[in-house]
Nanobody, 122 residues
Framework: QVQVVESGGGLVQAGGSLRLSCAASGRTTSRYAMGWFRQAPGKAREFVAAISGGRGSISYSNSVKGRFTISRDNAKNTVYLQMNSLKPDDTAVYYC???????????????WGQGTQVTVSS
């Protein structure tokens, strides 16, 4: 079993920055793919960013590319999401996810955190 716990959400003005953290525990999570998803009110959960275990391949959704940066510290079993140039459309609950398989992150076999609220005011 793997546990993931997010932190770092909050309220920020448009153009500001926030950094989310996700601490993973329970197994050799340094080998796990980890990522971030978000869900805005009335919308489906959507992919934001992911980083693989091992070589650390990274991917981003087009909506955040160039503004958000995902990184991981395997010594701390922690993944970060640095969010810059935030927009009101970024307002959502952000969920951390972990999966042994990068290709199925967000679906079968994914461990989810409880979510952290990010609110961007205009």
């Amino acid at each position: 079993q793997v546990q993931v716990v997010e932190s770092g959400g909050g309220l920020v003005q448009a153009g500001g920055s926030l950094r989310l953290s996700c601490a993973a525990s329970g197994r050799t999570t340094s080998r796990y793919a980890m990522g971030w998803f978000r869900q805005a009110p009335g919308k489906a959960r959507e992919f934001v960013a992911a980083i693989s275990g091992g070589r650390g391949s990274i991917s981003y959704s087009n909506s955040v590319k160039g503004r958000f940066t995902i990184s991981r510290d395997n010594a701390k079993n922690t993944v970060y999401l640095q969010m810059n140039s935030l927009k009101p459309d970024d307002t959502a609950v952000y969920y951390c996810a972990a999966n042994q398989d990068y290709s199925t992150l967000g679906s079968a076999g994914t461990y989810w955190g409880q979510g952290t609220q990010v609110t961007v005011s205009s």
